[in-house]
T-cell receptor, first 110, second 116 residues
Framework: GDSVTQMEGPVTLSEEAFLTINCTYT??????LFWYVQYPGEGLQLLLK?????DKGSNKGFEATYRKETTSFHLEKGSVQVSDSAVYFC?????????FGTGTRLQVTL | ETGVTQTPRHLVMGMTNKKSLKCEQH?????MYWYKQSAKKPLELMFV???????ENNSVPSRFSPECPNSSHLFLHLHTLQPEDSALYLC???????????????FGEGSRLTVL
């Protein structure tokens, strides 16, 4: 079945640092790829997505590019803020079934 | 109310109790989901309902019993749970537009379950 591997956290960065959270996947067919974010005490919400190879998803300064050749979808942001502190989940899916990674906690300090 | 709401937010129960989790979506979606979130584990899809019909049961123990009376409401009935069932249970909804296309998942804030 499908699977998603994310880098283990927590990731601790100073404000304005560059962020990369790695994500690789295994899936059959032509899955879409997603990043979801979970802020403290809240449910998950979609951050960005890409539906085919070489697509770049972007939102709120975050970006991720669908790399079919390396089966990766790494999340990046050029300058993180304290308000970005949250847990980030990579996911892959087709139809109505999403497979999530374990999540990576990001802690941004002043 | 907007989005996906879950009640209760926190639940503590003994192993012999029977309780239910409730989810309601106000988005007009036709698919609803239960996910289990445990520490240091991937989110686990438990059940999927599409147009009120259960389309996915991800090998979930029978002590968890879902119910979807209409496309806006989803319940998870709990009985004779084990301590390892303690987790955050997340409800989500989406709009299915075909067998191979579906819209964004919208999640509720979750119900934190503790089984003593």
């Amino acid at each position: 079945g499908d699977s998603v591997t994310q880098m283990e956290g927590p990731v601790t960065l100073s404000e304005e640092a560059f962020l990369t959270i790695n994500c690789t996947y295994t899936a059959t067919g032509y899955p879409s790829l997603f990043w979801y974010v979970q802020y403290p005490g809240e449910g998950l919400q979609l951050l960005l997505k890409a539906t085919k190879a070489d697509d770049k998803g972007s939102n709120k300064g975050f970006e991720a590019t669908y790399r079919k050749e390396t089966t990766s979808f790494h999340l990046e942001k050029g300058s993180v803020q304290v308000s970005d502190s949250a847990v980030y989940f990579c996911a892959t899916g087709t139809a109505s079934k999403l497979t999530f990674g374990t999540g990576t906690r990001l802690q941004v300090t002043l | 109310e907007t989005g996906v709401t879950q009640t209760p937010r926190h639940l503590v129960m003994g192993m012999t109790n029977k309780k239910s989790l409730k989810c309601e979506q106000h988005l007009g979606h036709n698919a609803m989901y239960w996910y289990k979130q445990s520490a240091k584990k991937p989110l686990e899809l438990m059940f999927v309902y599409n147009f009120k019909e259960q389309t996915e049961n991800n090998s979930v123990p029978s002590r968890f019993s879902p119910e979807c009376p209409n496309s806006s409401h989803l319940f998870l009935h709990l009985h004779t749970l084990q301590p390892e069932d303690s987790a955050l249970y997340l409800c989500a909804s989406s709009q299915e537009v075909g067998r191979t296309q579906f819209g964004e998942l919208f999640f509720g804030e979750g119900s934190r379950l503790t089984v003593l």
